[in-house]
């Protein structure tokens, strides 16, 4: 009798385990999309024509931002209130994808704002250092380290950083600044769900 009663047990929890996992979004649900949380700001992905994933971020402290990002990686539109900005990119996009480690590219873009006329072109250089597994709450995904530095016309960086990349989700769920350093820090997404309208 109590051989059966433990594994009666063992085996509601292995379903209960199941019904746990099953909110963890994969590739295949996240076309359905999905939303990511952390204190402060939600986001929800959507997957949109193209190739291009919507993001539609809600912070406690400012305006709401929409964003278009190219496989979830790179930015080519953003609007919110306090403006609205372009990266037109100057090359093909669609032969950086799929991203590979030990990867590199270089792809020139022009900004484009309803404030500023553009002084010139803009580079970013992408660099697949490796693979590396992220948590979301009780969800863990394969993510690829991916180095993103903006350069402007004169060389000046614009803006440097690691993206933790999934390319399941084709979403960044989180940034890695000064890496290598004593200044490091990680600036990340803590949840994930299914997108439920």
């Keep these: 009798m109590k051989p059966m009663t433990t594994g009666m047990a063992l085996a509601m929890l292995a379903l209960a385990g199941t019904a746990e996992a099953a909110d963890c979004v994969d590739a295949k649900s996240a076309k359905a999309g999905f939303v990511l949380e952390k204190p402060g700001i939600r986001s929800e992905f959507r997957p949109a024509p193209g190739g291009m994933v919507a993001v539609a971020n809600n912070y406690q402290s400012q305006s709401p931002q929409t964003q278009y990002l190219y ?14 900005l372009s990266m037109i990119p100057l090359g093909d996009l669609k032969k950086l994808f799929p991203l590979k480690a030990g990867g ?94």
């Design 71 to 84: 496989a979830g990686l790179i930015e080519v539109f953003r609007d919110s209130d306090t403006g609205r």
């Design 104 to 197: 590199k590219s270089k792809t020139e873009f022009v900004r484009l704002s309803s404030k500023k006329t553009p002084k010139g072109t803009e580079t970013l250089a992408l660099a697949v250092k490796g693979k590396e597994t992220y948590k979301l709450g009780d969800c863990k995904y394969n993510v690829l380290a991916v180095n993103e530095t903006l350069t402007g016309d004169s060389g000046a960086v614009i803006d440097s950083f690691t993206a933790l990349y999934s390319p399941d989700l084709q979403a960044v769920l989180a940034r890695r600044y000064d890496e290598g350093t004593s200044a490091q820090s990680e600036v990340g997404f803590e949840t994930i769900k299914p997108l439920r309208e």
